[in-house]
């Protein structure tokens, strides 16, 4: 199995309230993502980055905020959660070294109250 | 825009019964085109990227192939194993990913 990890898996929080999502990678890959997964919608980029400190927007970036300190950390904040923010959060990583592939992590459940 | 089309949304087979799932995109600076499986609960799963037109690619029962419009994934004698939904993703310039909605495939014993 690919060393992406999340956590945590599972998060119930109230409407208003900051979350923290981290995604953590043993693959040393250079990019990184994260998508959510909604009914209808597939998964959908939110922000990726593409280098320690360097990051950019993805198509629903809105509420939105990342972090990457280290190359094998990728947080993901939600400021300040909404109800539209219930989701599965998935994070996936990507290198230009062969064999190009991308890996994604097990998924992070977020049930916003 | 751009947009990655999939179809159809869901595909019941016979075990045995062949069949393809069709990928379609209108991308502007297109780098690649990757297919991945998703179990119930579970993160997508890579099974290929295909970089040029003309290309191929297999993997035991699945197969994939790539034209300037839109791939296909191929599934040859399918077993209830193989039931999951398939992604289509595009890569672009920039190294962003944009998925399409995916095809639901379930394979009847």
Redesign the interface.
């Known amino acids: 199995d690919a060393g992406i990890t999340q956590s945590p898996r599972h998060k119930v929080t109230e409407t208003g309230t900051p979350v923290t999502l981290r995604c953590h990678q043993t693959e040393n890959h250079r990019y990184m993502y994260w998508y959510r997964q909604d009914p209808g919608h597939g998964l959908r980029l939110i922000h990726y980055s593409y280098g320690v400190k360097d990051t950019d927007k993805g198509e629903v970036s809105d509420g939105y905020s990342v972090s990457r300190s280290k190359t094998e950390d990728f947080l993901l904040t939600l400021e300040s959660a909404t109800s539209s923010q219930t989701s599965v959060y998935f994070c996936a990583t990507w290198d230009q070294r062969f064999p190009y592939e991308q890996y994604f992590g097990p998924g992070t459940r977020l049930t916003v109250t | 825009e751009d947009q990655v089309t999939q179809s159809p949304e869901a595909l019941r087979l016979q075990e045995g019964e062949s069949s393809s799932l069709n990928c379609s995109y209108t991308v502007s600076g297109l780098r ?1 085109l ?1 297919w ?1 499986r998703q179990d119930p ?6 099974l290929f ?1 295909l970089y040029s037109a003309g290309e191929e690619k297999e993997k035991e029962r699945l197969k994939a192939t790539l034209t300037k419009k839109e791939s296909f994934l191929h599934i040859t004698a399918p077993k209830p194993e193989d039931s999951a939904t398939y ?1 289509c ?1 595009v890569q672009v310039t ?9 095809t639901s495939l379930t394979v009847i014993p």
């Open positions: 690649g990757f991945y609960g579970k993160g997508p799963e890579f990227t992604l993703a920039g190294n962003q990913f944009y998925f399409g909605t995916g």
